[in-house]
């Protein structure tokens, strides 16, 4: 039997937020969208500095990667529970494929070990932060 949930989204301090409530009112999570879309942002301001021959290969892909973390996220939301869970499911792949590609930049000398611990603790906390929500589905 699935529990159906009452979904609300506000803005508070620049920050999108999605409440999903249980029927009976209790507060599940608050999912914060923003931090997938400040992976993004982390993303792009450093593929900018990658060499032009990159540019169709991992510039490509890390930018397509961390584009589906938050739109995944904020496509399933819009769904039923299973639906959503599916859509967290490639949310989830997409933010472990784009940690994959980061390990891969930093060996080429693309970015600096600064720049992918920045990236990698908030990859680590959307995962874990991610993977709760789902198990409360």
């Known amino acids: 039997n699935e529990i159906e949930i009452k979904k609300e989204e506000w803005i508070l301090e620049n920050r999108i937020y999605r409440l999903l409530v249980l029927e009976k009112g209790i507060i599940t999570r608050i999912l914060d969208l923003n931090l ?4 993004v942002d982390n993303v792009f ?4 500095q990658f060499p032009n021959e990159e540019k169709f290969g991992l510039t490509s892909q890390l930018s397509r990667c961390s584009i589906s973390i938050p739109s995944n996220i904020a496509e399933g939301s819009s769904r039923s529970n299973k639906s ?3 859509f967290i499911d490639i949310a989830l792949g997409s933010s472990f494929e ?3 590609q980061l390990i891969i930049a930093f060996r080429r000398h693309y970015i600096t070990q600064e720049q992918l611990t920045i990236i990698e603790e908030k990859l680590t ?3 874990k932060m991610t ?3 789902q198990n409360k589905l």
């Open 36 to 39: 997938g879309i400040e992976i």
């Open 45 to 48: 301001g450093l593929i900018s």
């Open 84 to 86: 959503f869970s599916h």
């Open 98 to 100: 784009l940690e994959t």
């Open 125 to 127: 906390e959307f995962q």
């Open 131 to 133: 993977m709760g929500f």
